[in-house]
């Protein structure tokens, strides 16, 4: 099991920003998910454990950006454009893989972190 930390999340104001890193050491696919009181977990972004694919949610997509700094054996999440739609608990999720490519799907991912609240109001 690997022991996943995130930070980052807060209250900001529609159209702000934020960037979210998630703590996950060696070679492994990262995944961020969200999830909204009574809503499914969805996957918003991922990168492959080099860092050379990434998907995005439509929902995100031109918004958000996915990056790693393996150097520092961390993922970021940064977050453009925010609106209150975005509110939700956001999870890092990792599966250890070397494979060039990362799916979003929620069943891939072995290792969750606790999560961390973002909250997008006025």
């Known amino acids: 099991q690997l022991q996943l930390v995130e930070s980052g999340g807060g209250l900001v104001q529609p159209g702000g920003s934020l960037r979210l890193s998630c703590a996950a050491s060696g070679f492994y696919v990262i995944g961020w998910f969200r999830q909204a009181p009574g809503k499914e977990r969805e996957g918003i972004s991922c990168i492959s454990s080099r860092g050379g694919s990434t998907n995005y949610a439509d929902s995100v997509k031109g918004r958000f950006t996915i990056s790693r700094d393996n150097a520092k054996n961390t993922v970021y999440l940064q977050m453009n454009s925010l609106k209150p739609e975005d509110t939700a608990v956001y999870y890092c999720?990792?599966?250890?893989?070397?494979?060039?490519?990362?799916?979003?799907?929620?069943?891939?991912?072995?290792?969750w972190g606790q999560g961390t609240q973002v909250t997008v109001s006025s």
């Open positions: 999720a990792a599966e250890r893989s070397f494979a060039p490519y990362c799916p979003l799907r929620r069943s891939y991912f072995g290792s």
